[in-house]
């Protein structure tokens, strides 16, 4: 070993391992990848959680990016002939520090490109900001890293470290301004982030090599005190943290793919999501530009094929009532939660049994529209708590159920389709795309509300995103398995219904149209409603106040018309000169007036058949503000139109709903008693069930939280009624003594427990055959026989003005064909 041929003082020359220098450049593009792919995932917020992710951008980036990149890299320098003695050594204290500089600068840097911006200006300041300490983070780290060196003293070119300067500045501002705008704009899939990091590393390597080359070694003392494998020990320690990076990246990518897996399953169950919109429209979603969700069940499940979960359900009604009163059932959800545990472990012995038995007991008794609603409220309270909401700002649900999952099956082609048709019109994706039939479909509940700038802040603090439909809609489709088509068409129709959702009831008097169509195979009634207030009827304001006595009077003359008389009668009172006052002609104008006017809004050949009842009908509301109590007075026009010959097609801004989902609408306004009801009923079907499985995991029986359960019936088995009297119809025209056909018959018990009793009123009679087993060993059965019990029900739901119209429609259309 000749160590003679250098002197201290002298500019030792040097050339590069080539493998190395790729290596090293592998190195970085691994640390580059990881910071990418971290920020794409970070959740936004000021919260410890997101600043924790912010840091391990930082260490991702100033760790393995950039640190083991210089050192890895420097090992590719080769001084003199190779000679161990003419290496690079480096001092602890320095590498460290060289460690420590760019993690901190990095930190600053992407903290400021996370902060929220009132403008675009100010957004793209920051962006170059961001880019500009990024760059000096890296020409810092190589400078610091480079005064750790101990037996050399560098001299660098002027021009070189400017060249370098400019290499590492300008690249990472152009990729960090790429990346923050593609995620902005939601469209930085995998490939787009790899190409980012991929100039990230070109940014530190190709600094390095141009700080690198431009660089002169003079030979400072020759460490001979230094073990000569000692110059390795950082590129070992940079090989090991690029190996765990690797990994790292790794697990992330079969996580994403167990994501993406997870989240196509959701299109085929029966999920709960969460609409929230800002003041400018947008709609919130997560880092991922998904909405919020949680899973209800996997599939509903359905009695027989002919009945399906829908609007008409009685378990979507009730579900929808309790979203405008989340107080009813607020303090029962951990008990929910206890019963579901124990269907699921198997701890809850209860098993379906027939309530048409003889011999019934209740606590073997398993309705599966308890387990629907249970599961319902559960999710509901998981999703508050991901939106760091109480429950009662969850929202409402909105009034549609939205099929998921009608792409899935499809084939290579048509998906392939698919993804190049997104974004075009609706003919294209149902001309391009076959659908998978309704089996197997998952569907989409959806709880809306409108959120003030306050909301908004504090939910983007907690890591949700507010973004245009134009930019996730996209995401959205793909993830629920539905043309971009729907999703634009759905959505833009949740954001108006969370927009009328505390819209000032309009109070005076109308005319309007009551046009029920029955359904086929006994199954209930749609009614004709307005398409953007699915609780309102097609209507016609005629004043603002309530009518005199005499235009009452007026309007007498003309009960029982169809419209085409109606109309034509006030149309020639004008034409009169006698027999009129000029206020009944005035009167009579403005009839004629609002007449057409609503025949133009529902252009059909059967509306002119359509019966005026000159009795009003009154609908009660609450301003949403002030709180006061509106009424409005209704005149209406009642047609039942021939199911075979009535279509809605000329109707644009009208169709058809399910009557009793239509009358369980006009229950839910803020103030309407009917929510204190429903809470009794509530509490009287679930509460025994929380108590049972409480009384089984205690062998003891609790104390009940409802007052309306009477604790001493606990000492006998609880009856369930057989059968039930009503002494009112209901809204589906069937009386108290006809089978029920509709599919509350088979879907929700038959006799809805007290409650349903006390919603329709009346007398709720059973019969009742309970064997009691007086002696364990079984050998003594007394059979006891309680015969008919009757109860007189006080509380019971008021009748709504849809009762009272459909008694009208019932009552006219039956006199005209006596």
Known sequence: ???????????????????????????????????????????????????????????????????????????????????????????????????????????????????????????????????????????????????????????????????????????????????????EKWINHFTRRFFCAALLAVAVSGMHWVASIGCKYRLKELDNSSHPQGRNTNVIIAGVLCALTSFVCFGIMLLTRQRQKQLADRAQQVMLACAVFDPEGKIMVTHEGLLPCAKITKQYNQRSFDYEFNTAHPAFQWIFRITHNWAGVSDLIPGMKSHLRSQITGKDNSRPSSPTSSIYEDETYTDYSVIFRESFCVAASELAESLHEPLGDLGVLYDTILETGTLKGTTSRARRRLQSVYGHSSRDLEGGVPQVSAFGKGQLLVVVRQASREDVSRLVNVGFKFASLNLVGGIIARNLQVPLSTIREHVDEIRNYSQTINEKPEAGTFFACFAILAKPSHRGFEVLVRKDRQDHLPDIHLCDGELTDWQISFLKRMDGMSVASFAHFVGSINDKKEGYSDLEKDFAKLLAERITSMAREIPEPWFRQAVFSATPVTACYTNPVSKKPLKANIFPFVVMPDVHAVTAKNCENLLYTPLSFFNSRQRTY??????????????????????????????????????????????????????????????????????????????????????????????????????????????????????????????????????????????????HKS
């Open 670 to 815: 803020i103030g309407s008693p009917d929510h204190n009801l429903l809470v009794r009923e509530i509490h009287r079907e679930f509460s025994p069930i929380i108590a049972r499985l409480r009384g089984s995991t205690n062998n003891t029986v609790g104390s009940r939280k409802s007052s309306v359960v009477d604790s001493s019936t606990r000492s006998t088995k609880t009856r369930r009624p057989l059968f039930r009297l009503k002494s009112s119809p209901s809204p589906n025209g069937k009386s108290g003594g006809q089978p029920d056909n509709s599919s509350q018959h088979e879907l929700v018990k038959t006799s809805s427990d007290l409650s349903t009793a006390h919603a329709w009123g009346g007398i709720l009679t059973t019969s009742e055959t309970v064997v009691e087993n007086s002696n364990k060993s079984g050998t003594n059965v007394e059979m006891l026989d309680y015969g008919i019990k009757a109860e007189v029900v006080a509380d019971r739901e008021e009748k709504t003005f849809v009762d009272e119209l459909f008694a009208v429609t019932k009552a006219r259309f039956q006199f």
């Open 1 to 183: 070993m000749d160590l003679t041929q250098y002197q201290l003082g002298d500019v030792i020359p040097f050339h590069f391992i080539w493998y190395i220098v790729f290596a090293s450049y592998f190195a970085s593009l691994i640390g580059t990848t990881l910071t990418v792919e971290l920020l794409h995932r970070r959740r936004t917020g000021s919260g410890w959680f997101s600043q924790i992710q912010l840091g391990l951008c930082a260490i991702a980036m100033g760790l393995i990016g950039i640190w083991c990149m210089h050192f890895i890299g420097n090992r590719a320098i080769v001084l003199g002939d190779g000679n161990e003695t003419f290496q690079l050594y480096y001092s602890p204290k320095f590498t460290v520090l060289s460690l420590i500089l760019p993690i901190i600068c990095l930190y600053g840097a992407f903290f400021v490109a996370e902060l929220p911006h009132g403008n675009v200006t100010r957004r793209n300041i920051s962006l170059v900001a961001t880019g500009f300490v990024a760059g000096i983070s890296i020409v810092g780290m190589h400078y610091t890293g480079n005064l750790g060196i101990t037996n050399y003293k560098l001299n660098y070119s002027n021009r070189f470290i400017v060249g370098a300067c400019i290499v590492a500045t300008v690249d990472c501002i152009i990729t960090l301004t790429l990346f923050f705008v593609l995620r």
